[in-house]
């Protein structure tokens, strides 16, 4: 595999505004408080300290929340470093897309990974958890019911209305069926394919299932 880097400003599709706050345009630096650095972190940690932060109740909710998944020992020290005053998250966001959905869903989670391994180097006296919330409250089924794969749609049909997370997980085996089709046999293929397989039959709701497949794909980096 070839990999080459490319400047923010040379990336198709990234908007104005995004490319100037990476690249720290002066024109910018008004509308925001901190500058984008590393060193720029131990200010927001300090900043973050003073915050009246329930950790107690946080890390018993992601207890609770992992509690029936086969998580790693990875993310069971990232849920209890959570209690420590020196702890802080790193937080990314996104609908329960349909098996992830758009790319960006995953880099959204692998850019709060990496961030968290470069600040824990660069503040070995700090912990940095990433952390993904899956919005299983957007009631825009529409936007979340499909996926892209290898140039084919795959759609989730299903006729209930509310939360997308609170949807029923039995609606979600035709699109499940498509996309083995479109995967195809080879090794790599049916292992995604039986994961994704478990995260809905596992569960009776969609955000359980979300929250399945996101552990499956990322609990190696304590997400």
């Not at 802080?88 to 990496?114: C, D, E, M, R, W």
């Not at 700090?126 to 409250?137: D, L, M, R, T």
Request: proline share 4%.
């Amino acid at each position: 595999m070839d990999i080459c880097q490319l400047p923010f400003d040379k990336v198709p599709y990234l908007s104005k505004r995004d490319q100037a706050y990476t690249m720290a345009a002066p024109e910018l630096r008004g509308f925001y408080k901190y500058e984008v650095n590393l060193d720029t972190f131990a200010q927001v940690a300090e900043d973050k300290k003073k915050d009246n932060t329930d950790r107690k109740t946080l890390v018993e909710v992601l207890r609770e929340q992992y509690a029936n998944l086969e998580t790693s020992q990875a993310v069971k020290d990232n849920i209890e470093l959570l209690a420590k005053p020196n702890a802080f998250t790193l937080v990314t966001a996104h609908q329960p897309s349909l098996f992830t959905g758009p790319l960006y869903y995953i880099y959204k989670i692998f850019s709060a990974i990496n961030l968290a391994e470069k600040l824990n180097k660069h503040y070995p006296d700090q912990h940095f958890v990433p952390v993904f919330i899956s919005g299983g409250e957007d009631h825009d089924f529409e936007e979340v019911n499909h996926l892209h794969l290898f140039g084919k749609t795959v759609e989730w049909h299903n006729e209930e209305s509310g939360p997308v997370g609170m949807m029923k997980t039995d609606t979600l085996l035709p699109a499940l069926t498509e996309v083995k089709e479109i995967l195809g046999e080879s090794d790599k293929a049916q292992e995604l394919f039986t994961m994704l397989e478990k995260a809905v039959n596992s569960h009776a709701r969609y955000a359980d299932t979300a929250r399945h497949l996101a552990n499956a794909l990322f609990k190696e980096y304590g997400l």
